[in-house]
Nanobody, 123 residues
Framework: VQLQASGGGWVQPGGSLRLSCAAS????????MAWFRQAPGKEREFVAG????????NYADSVKGRFTIPRDNAKNTVYLQMNSLEPEDTAVYYC?????????????????WGQGTLVTVSS
């Protein structure tokens, strides 16, 4: 499975961005999908995940209520809608896919990774 993330950029605090992750080369609808992020000098951390059906989601406490992770299996794409962005959200965001049933919150549970897209939140 190849994953291509896009949609990063610069935004002011309080603004919104939508990241996209397009998958190819596999059966997208069978994978758990997730977004992770990594800020400079910090470890990669879980942001949000969604089950293969879309019926279950899981969010890091730091983004709960601000971010959502919809997926469109017909378009082989998962999104990360980010609202009320804060400077602490600045990081490189990665999408990931796992051939599993449950949503994992640790990077080593994911088999496939996109290349990352930079999100910068500053005034």
């Amino acid at each position: 499975v190849q994953l291509q993330a896009s949609g990063g950029g610069w935004v002011q605090p309080g603004g919104s961005l939508r990241l996209s992750c397009a998958a190819s080369g596999g059966t997208f609808s069978t994978y758990v999908m997730a977004w992770f992020r990594q800020a400079p000098g910090k470890e990669r951390e879980f942001v949000a995940g969604i089950s293969w059906s879309g019926r279950a989601t899981n969010y890091a406490d730091s983004v709960k209520g601000r971010f959502t992770i919809p997926r469109d299996n017909a378009k082989n794409t998962v999104y990360l809608q980010m609202n009320s962005l804060e400077p602490e959200d600045t990081a490189v965001y990665y999408c990931a896919a796992a051939d599993k049933i449950l949503i994992a919150r640790v990077p080593h549970e994911y088999n496939y990774w996109g290349q990352g897209t930079l999100v910068t939140v500053s005034s």
